[in-house]
Each structure stands twice: as structure tokens, then as C-alpha cells.
């Protein structure tokens, strides 16, 4: 069964600290793995893609990492600020021949004062 | 930055009721998505829309949705009948001109239903 799994569930961090969190997909074929950042009730924004072949991907203060062979992708928020309060969503796409995004339930973050 | 815009931010309405949420996607794009997410739960796809056309569609879309583009820029999300959980976000996304076909989202529409 094609599914992606995220932990920790939830993350609370003080301001200026960095975090990592973590994904694992057992999604095949795979075509390219995406980090979407979502404020409450807000759509998702995407702030990541990699496909199969990249390790690492960057983006400002948000760099994602990939490996394929063991199906697991990281997100790392460096000198985190309150405004990247939000949930992470890990989202993977099965195939080139699909339009068909498998999101992950997501990482909770929290950054305080 | 590209934008996708929806309307109603927010709908109540009665079970039972037909709702219509409407999207407008990038300028010229052909593609479309729908995906749905239920309070405290994931995104989910629902469907995706090419060229006029439904072009895949998830268990989750039965015969109580449709989706249509009834002009040129709009394309609408209808559920006939709602029911209590139907109720969640409801986003449409609309694909940047990138080889990763990268989704951009629109803000959602919330939709209760009572």
C-alpha cells in the first residue's frame, strides 16, 4: 500500500534553534518527493521538489534531503523564526503517468519566544 | 508569484443541500486539481482535470461530485446531496509550467455542513 509517514508527529522548538524532521515513503513507482509548509487554514505551499535522482534540495533557511534506496527524506529548518510555526507535509508523487499527490499526515511545528 | 484564488472562503449550508466551490487557477493553465482535507487529517486528492476532461479521480470522488469549467477561467467543484462528512478544506491547485510539475494551492474553501 502506497503511503507516507512523518515523524515526529509534532515539534515544539525555541526561536533561532534548528529541527529536522523526518519522512518515510513506501510509495512505488516513485517519481519525485515534495516538502509543502501549511498554515492553519491555509493551502499548502510547496517548498521543496526532488526527484529520484537529487539528494538535497534548498530553499532559504529549509533544506531537504533524499535517499531513495531507503525511501526517507528529511526536512532541516536552520536558525528557525516564529513565523515557521506551521505543519510540514511530506508529499509523494507515484509517477510521471499520474496526477496523484500521497500526502503524509504532516509534522506539527511550533516555535516560541 | 502565480496565484489561485477560491470562493466561498467559507460555505455552510444543510445536509442534503447541493454546494458549489468555485476556483480560479493560473491564467491558462489546462490543468486543475481538487483534493479535500477533513479537520486533523491529511490532504487528500480528489480529482485532476485536463483539457475539459476528468483525466484521474480518486475512490473518494463518487457520483455525488462533478467538476466542470463553465468558462473560460473557472473551474467549479460540485457536491450534490452533502453530508455531514463532507464537511473539510476544500483545495484546488493548479500546476506551475515546471518539469516537477510543481502544484500551487489555493487558500481553501471550508465547507460545513449541518
Known amino acids: 500500500k502506497n503511503q507516507v509517514e512523518q515523524s515526529p508527529q509534532s515539534l515544539i522548538i525555541l526561536e533561532g534553534k534548528n529541527c529536522t524532521l523526518q519522512?518515510?515513503?513506501?510509495?512505488?513507482?516513485?517519481?519525485?518527493l515534495r516538502w509543502y509548509k501549511q498554515d492553519t487554514g491555509r493551502g499548502p505551499v510547496s517548498l521543496t521538489i526532488?526527484?529520484?535522482?537529487?539528494n538535497t534540495k534548498s530553499n532559504g533557511r529549509y533544506t531537504a534531503t533524499l535517499d531513495a534506496d531507503t525511501k526517507q527524506s528529511s526536512l532541516h529548518i536552520t536558525a528557525s523564526q516564529l513565523s515557521d510555526s506551521a505543519s510540514y507535509i511530506c508529499?509523494?508523487?507515484?509517477?510521471?503517468?499520474?496526477?496523484?499527490?500521497?500526502f503524509g499526515t504532516g509534522t506539527r511545528l511550533q516555535v516560541f519566544p | 508569484e502565480p496565484e489561485v484564488t477560491q470562493t466561498p472562503s467559507h460555505q455552510v449550508t444543510q445536509m442534503g443541500q447541493e454546494v458549489i466551490l468555485r476556483c480560479v487557477p493560473i491564467?491558462?493553465?489546462?490543468?486543475f486539481y481538487w483534493y479535500r482535507q477533513i479537520l486533523g487529517q491529511k490532504v487528500e486528492f480528489l480529482v485532476s482535470?485536463?483539457?475539459?476532461?476528468?483525466?484521474?479521480k480518486s475512490e473518494i470522488f463518487d457520483d455525488q461530485f462533478s467538476v466542470e469549467r463553465p468558462d473560460g477561467s473557472n473551474f467549479t467543484l460540485k457536491i450534490r446531496s452533502t453530508k455531514l462528512e463532507d464537511s473539510a478544506m476544500y483545495f484546488c491547485?493548479?500546476?506551475?509550467?515546471?518539469?516537477?510539475?510543481?502544484?500551487?494551492f489555493g487558500p481553501g474553501t471550508r465547507l460545513t455542513v449541518l
Open positions: 508529499v509523494v508523487s507515484g509517477s510521471y503517468n499520474t496526477d496523484k499527490l500521497i
Open positions: 519522512c518515510n515513503y513506501t510509495v512505488s513507482p516513485f517519481s519525485n
Open positions: 526532488m526527484t529520484f535522482s537529487e
Open positions: 491564467s491558462n493553465h489546462l490543468y
Open positions: 482535470f485536463y483539457n475539459n476532461e476528468i483525466s484521474e
Open positions: 491547485a493548479s500546476p506551475w509550467a515546471s518539469g516537477n510539475n510543481e502544484q500551487f
